[in-house]
């Protein structure tokens, strides 16, 4: 079993930057990947970005691609999102699962979950 506590998030104006931090309890390193999804209000959850847990490969969806990187610290069990020139359009919940087997575009309900960061860019 994995808990997953996200943090970091906050009120940022645009062009501003955050640190999103995800500290995992449990080992993740049998798991595929670490994954940072976010959901806006009204919207569909989306994959922000992801890191698979053995070789440290790295995709990042085209809209934060630049912009956002995913990072993750094996001795803190950790996973990061910094994230630079934040803009309106970012504002959601952020999440930041622990992948079993396959990352999808909407998420697995039955990968570890945390509760979420808000993240508001607004000026």
């Known amino acids: 079993q994995v808990q997953l506590v996200e943090s970091g998030g906050g009120l940022v104006q645009p062009g501003g930057s955050l640190r999103l931090s995800c500290a995992a309890s449990g080992s993740i390193d049998s798991l595929y990947a670490m994954a940072w999804y976010r959901q806006a209000p009204g919207k569909q959850r989306e994959l922000v970005a992801y890191i698979i847990t053995s070789g440290s490969s790295i995709n990042y969806a085209d809209s934060v691609r630049g912009r956002f990187t995913i990072s993750r610290d094996t001795a803190k069990n950790t996973v990061y999102l910094q994230m630079n020139s934040l803009k309106p359009e970012d504002t959601a919940v952020y999440y930041c699962?622990?992948?079993?087997?396959?990352?999808?575009?909407?998420?697995?309900?039955?990968?570890?979950w945390g509760q979420g960061t808000q993240v508001t860019v607004s000026s």
């Open positions: 699962p622990a992948v079993r087997a396959a990352v999808t575009r909407r998420g697995l309900e039955s990968d570890y």
